[in-house]
């Protein structure tokens, strides 16, 4: 690897991420593609990209993520494409050379922190107010279709890193980016599809990538207020039976306000408001039925609620019946108002990760679980075996048979190995 050539790159349309600070080593380029011409940096090369095939912002920025562009092919070995939230804290070639194994794969992917399954990231996409159902359910059938196992493995796509010149790698590649199009822009859900058509041998990386010694991930620019929100009700386990409506949010001088009808009867509600780092809601109430516990994402302080880099969440358990009319009444605060904003935005991110730290260390305990319940299982069948076997040569200890075959088992000649078989076979 030591000649290689290692280019480092993101892509930035219209104004939905800021170029993130980036550390700067030898040997190494990093280039930003961006449609936005107001867009400078001193630690990134700008170059300025056009929507040819007016694809729109999002699967523009996915295309380029995905396909890389003709520079990268021409002056580059290997790239890493970082996402527009991605800091990279340090050496790109200490990473490679340590983690991706370069000399036997041709991609390396970051483990999903949360998730290993396409289905159950599908629904998380729904949840997370990511995508609507009805452009989901078209792949998820697909991929039922064609029998795609649950639990493939599911990849955080915030940093990519490959040899993209490689042939299978750009077959891979250009079938993900066709399948984004056909069917849905969430990228994560269609690659482990495309890594198993096309056979892609990739590296797993077993590190948060959200916190790690190389790179950190930051929230989304938030542009917009909290205008509505998506409401599931029961478990939702599956696409299939995810139910969920979207409700517009009612403000006025007394607080905010949503009102919904209760579609299937069930005993859980959950509302998502989406991303809001640092915003604090209060106050919460619900009429038109009994809730039986409250619970909220974030960090509690007091009657406060502060929401982090994650889903603002607030899960309600009780029973609820179809038609059932639900008002829930509630105040959405700014930090600012209350506390240093610059402190509030410190603190929540470092919650954060802390708690993504903790959720990857059980998750990988579960793992590890699992893994020693299956070996368990298969110990204890492996002994019913054995004890069945035992069992046969109890009973062949006993028999007037065994005298006869003993002296048998002795010799190794051609004839004696013919009639112990006769013999046992006979008997």
Not at 152 to 160: F, K, M, N, P, T
Not at 262 to 267: A, L, Q, R, T, W
Not at 344 to 353: H, P, S
Not at 364 to 373: D, F, H, I
């Amino acid at each position: 690897m030591h000649n290689e050539r290692i280019c480092v790159y993101t892509c930035i349309t219209g104004e939905y991420d800021e170029l993130q600070p980036v550390y700067q080593e030898d040997g190494v380029d990093y280039i930003c593609f961006t449609n936005n011409k107001k867009l400078r940096s001193s630690q990134w090369r700008i170059m300025y990209i056009e929507d040819n095939d007016q694809l729109g912002n999002v699967l523009l920025a996915r295309k380029v993520k995905i396909l890389g562009h003709p520079i990268l092919d021409k002056q580059y070995d290997i790239s890493i494409w970082v996402d527009g939230t991605v800091q990279v804290r340090s050496a790109v070639k200490e990473f490679i050379e340590l983690y991706c194994e370069m000399d036997r794969y041709n991609i390396a992917c970051f483990k999903h922190s949360v998730r290993d399954c396409v289905y159950d990231e599908a629904v998380a996409c729904i949840i997370g107010r990511k995508e609507n159902k009805e452009k989901i359910v078209p792949l998820i059938e697909k991929l039922n279709k064609e029998k795609f196992p649950e639990h493939y493995g599911l990849i955080e796509s915030g940093v990519l890193i490959r040899r993209h010149n490689n042939s299978l790698v750009r077959y891979t590649m250009k079938m993900w980016l066709e399948m984004l199009i056909q069917y849905v822009t969430r990228d994560q859900l269609s690659l482990p599809y495309c890594i198993k058509e096309k056979g892609l041998n990739v590296k797993w990386i077993e590190m948060n990538i959200y916190d790690n010694s190389y790179f950190c991930v930051k929230s989304h620019r938030k542009t917009k207020d909290i205008k509505d929100c998506r409401i599931v009700f029961g478990e939702g386990k599956s696409v299939f039976s995810c139910v969920y409506i979207d409700c517009e949010l009612e403000i006025s001088e007394n607080g905010c306000k949503i009102i919904f009808s209760v579609p299937i009867d069930c005993e859980n509600i959950l509302i998502n408001w989406g991303t809001h780092l640092g915003k604090i809601l209060c106050d919460f109430n619900m009429s038109g039925a009994e809730a039986a516990e409250v619970t909220y994402s974030g960090v509690g302080i007091l009657q406060y609620h502060i929401f982090d880099n994650e889903d603002m969440v607030i899960r309600i358990s009780g029973k609820f019946y179809s038609g059932q009319n639900i008002e829930c009444s509630f105040n959405f605060e700014q930090a600012e108002g209350l506390v240093d904003q610059e402190y509030i935005d410190a603190f929540v991110n470092r919650y954060y990760y802390d708690k993504r730290f903790l959720n990857n260390m059980i998750n990988n305990m579960q793992q590890q679980l699992e893994r020693m319940n299956q070996k368990t299982i298969k110990m204890e069948e492996e002994c019913k075996l054995i004890k069945k076997e035992l069992e046969l040569y109890r009973e062949l200890g006993v028999s007037p048979l065994f005298n006869k075959i003993r002296p048998l088992c002795e010799h190794q000649d051609l004839l004696t190995k013919i009639l112990r078989k006769i013999i046992l076979k006979r008997y």
